[in-house]
């Protein structure tokens, strides 16, 4: 099995693990920091925490005219890709809107991740609006 291929599979199985988090479950959170380019995409940790770390949630905030704007998450430990996913932050949109980090290829440790606030044109094309780069701690 192609690297691609587990690839889609681990981020197929973190989408589906979203469903059935209860967004009930969704607490305040907290502005976190990070290094961002563009304009307007913002980590916010989730459930107390100070800083993003392994097996934590984190959200992101952001202003945006595009009529469903989706946030992609993607981690790598060295050159290793560990986590993708990708979630719609519009209304009707079928996941809740926060990522858990970790995942069938992330079983642990730090990872280097970059969120993308990203739009599709009617023709398919992706473009990204805003991006913001983290670390995440053990």
């Not at 934590?56 to 946030?71: D, I, N």
């Amino acid at each position: 099995m192609s690297a691609r291929h587990l690839s889609r599979i681990a981020a197929a199985a973190t989408a589906l693990a979203l469903v059935i988090v209860p967004s009930a479950l969704a607490g305040k959170g907290k502005p976190g920091g990070g290094t961002s380019s563009g304009s307007g995409l913002r980590l916010v940790l989730l459930d107390g925490a100070t800083e993003p770390r392994y097996g934590g949630r984190v959200t992101f905030e952001f202003s945006t005219s595009a009529e469903k704007p989706y946030v992609n998450l993607r981690c790598y430990q060295g050159t290793t890709h560990v986590y993708d996913a990708w979630v719609g932050y519009y209304a009707g949109a079928w996941f809740a809107r926060d990522f858990t980090l970790s995942g069938a290829y992330w079983t642990g440790g730090e990872a280097d991740c970059t969120a993308r606030l990203v739009m599709f044109a009617r023709n398919g094309a992706e473009r990204t609006l805003s991006s913001l780069s983290f670390r995440v701690a053990a």
